[in-house]
């Protein structure tokens, strides 16, 4: 049975109240709202969104959580739920025509479609000049998609909205890791990223959720924009290239998705130069590049022959984290943008609230 949000904040209020470990709802929710800057509208409202989500997802209230949290919903959004996205109209309307010319829709037919009448009365063209936020665009596309047959043939199972929420969160990341979400789900996973409540319970899953090897937090926050072990995977890779003397992108990604066997991505293909010495065949070299997104990965046999031999050859420690090198790139995006950027900003904010 899931729980309303008074409900479950009872709940969970009486249990914290006499577990052996850790603050109570109560406390949490105090001390989160005393990190969140003065001038932040409904600071109670943020502050007991995030307490129930740390407390449902047994997450460590230390203030180095508390304020990795912050520090994300600060730089994503500036503490709005559902965020206004500059110039988004003309960037939808964009993507709607660049997805019609992909699959081969005249333009006038995209237009026709377009002035058809939606739910609530108003054609989609008139809905999509005036979209502001990622939930509003969401709302459109869904529409769309129910309703008319060309918006079937343009975006089913394909919403272009993929982030969303007051942490920019994934929304396939929500949807697959929904099973133990503790509101009542209004309508789909999809609309609850959208809210308050949701986007801060899955963005604080995305970004606490798993254990890292990191020592310092700016690692963690290049992971949130760029994937989890994206630090220490771009740190293998670093150290590939120093082993084998070739250019590496440092992006964090070991493997093509679904590359064949005989068509491997730069950096398998460079370890596969380190077969040899690693004692290892194509096939056990790409099973091991398999675990890049587990925490093991530290501890396998590829990891450490690597090491051992790009240090060797460099005659010093190499770091088993480094920033990835990715450039942003998004139609919302109007500047050049990077995840070391963003993980540096995030950093900064991060040492402020602990500050506060």
């Given at each position: 049975?899931?729980?309303?949000?008074?409900?479950?904040?009872?709940?969970?209020?009486?249990?914290?109240?006499?577990?052996?470990?850790?603050?109570?709802?109560?406390?949490?929710?105090?001390?989160?709202?005393?990190?969140?800057?003065?001038?932040?509208?409904?600071?109670?409202?943020?502050?007991?969104?995030?307490?129930?989500?740390?407390?449902?997802?047994?997450?460590?209230?230390?203030p180095e959580n508390i304020c990795s949290v912050l520090a994300v919903l600060e730089?994503?959004?500036?503490?709005?739920?559902?965020?206004?996205?500059?110039?988004?109209?003309?960037?939808?309307?964009?993507?709607?025509?660049?997805?019609?010319?992909?699959?081969?829709?005249?333009?006038?037919?995209?237009?026709?479609?377009?002035?058809?009448?939606?739910?609530?009365?108003?054609?989609?063209?008139?809905?999509?000049?005036?979209?502001?936020?990622?939930?509003?665009?969401?709302?459109?596309?869904?529409?769309?998609?129910?309703?008319?047959?060309?918006?079937?043939?343009?975006?089913?199972?394909?919403?272009?909205?993929?982030?969303?929420?007051?942490?920019?969160?994934?929304?396939?990341?929500?949807?697959?890791?929904?099973?133990?979400?503790?509101?009542?789900?209004?309508?789909?996973?999809?609309?609850?990223?959208?809210?308050?409540?949701?986007?801060?319970?899955?963005?604080?899953?995305?970004?606490?959720?798993?254990?890292?090897?990191?020592?310092?937090?700016?690692?963690?926050?290049?992971?949130?924009?760029?994937?989890?072990?994206?630090?220490?995977?771009?740190?293998?890779?670093?150290?590939?290239?120093?082993?084998?003397?070739?250019?590496?992108?440092?992006d964090g990604d070991l493997l093509n998705p679904g590359a064949p066997l005989d068509?491997?991505?730069?950096?398998?293909?460079?370890?596969?130069?380190?077969?040899?010495?690693?004692?290892?065949?194509?096939?056990?070299?790409?099973?091991?590049?398999?675990?890049?997104?587990?925490?093991?990965?530290?501890?396998?046999?590829?990891?450490?022959?690597?090491?051992?031999?790009?240090?060797?050859?460099?005659?010093?420690?190499?770091?088993?984290?480094?920033?990835?090198?990715?450039?942003?790139?998004?139609?919302?995006?109007?500047?050049?943008?990077?995840?070391?950027?963003?993980?540096?900003?995030?950093?900064?904010?991060?040492?402020?609230?602990?500050?506060?």
């Amino acid at each position: 049975m899931r729980l309303t949000g008074l409900a479950l904040f009872a709940l969970l209020l009486g249990a914290c109240a006499t577990a052996p470990r850790g603050p109570s709802l109560q406390d949490l929710r105090e001390d989160v709202a005393r990190r969140i800057p003065a001038n932040v509208p409904d600071r109670q409202g943020w502050a007991t969104d995030i307490a129930v989500a740390m407390q449902a997802q047994g997450i460590e209230a230390t203030p180095e959580n508390i304020c990795s949290v912050l520090a994300v919903l600060e730089q994503e959004s500036g503490y709005v739920a559902d965020p206004v996205v500059p110039n988004l109209a003309r960037v939808a309307r964009a993507e709607l025509e660049r997805r019609a010319k992909a699959k081969y829709i005249p333009v006038f037919a995209l237009n026709t479609a377009l002035k058809l009448p939606s739910s609530d009365g108003r054609s989609y063209a008139d809905r999509l000049a005036v979209v502001r936020t990622e939930r509003e665009l969401s709302e459109v596309y869904e529409d769309l998609v129910g309703r008319v047959p060309l918006g079937r043939r343009l975006f089913e199972d394909w919403n272009p909205v993929q982030t969303g929420g007051p942490m920019q969160v994934s929304i396939p990341f929500a949807e697959a890791n929904a099973r133990d979400y503790p509101y009542t789900v209004q309508g789909s996973i999809r609309r609850e990223v959208f809210t308050r409540r949701g986007g801060m319970y899955f963005g604080i899953a995305h970004l606490l959720g798993y254990q890292t090897p990191y020592v310092r937090k700016v690692h963690r926050f290049a992971d949130y924009n760029a994937g989890r072990y994206a630090s220490r995977n771009a740190a293998f890779q670093n150290a590939v290239a120093v082993a084998t003397g070739r250019e590496l992108a440092l992006d964090g990604d070991l493997l093509n998705p679904g590359a064949p066997l005989d068509r491997p991505g730069e950096t398998e293909r460079a370890v596969r130069q380190l077969a040899g010495p690693l004692e290892m065949d194509e096939r056990s070299i790409r099973r091991a590049l398999g675990q890049g997104d587990r925490l093991d990965f530290n501890d396998s046999v590829i990891f450490r022959r690597v090491f051992a031999l790009a240090e060797s050859r460099a005659g010093k420690t190499l770091p088993r984290e480094v920033l990835p090198g990715i450039r942003l790139e998004s139609p919302k995006i109007t500047r050049e943008l990077s995840t070391a950027w963003f993980a540096n900003r995030v950093y900064d904010r991060y040492r402020r609230c602990l500050a506060r």
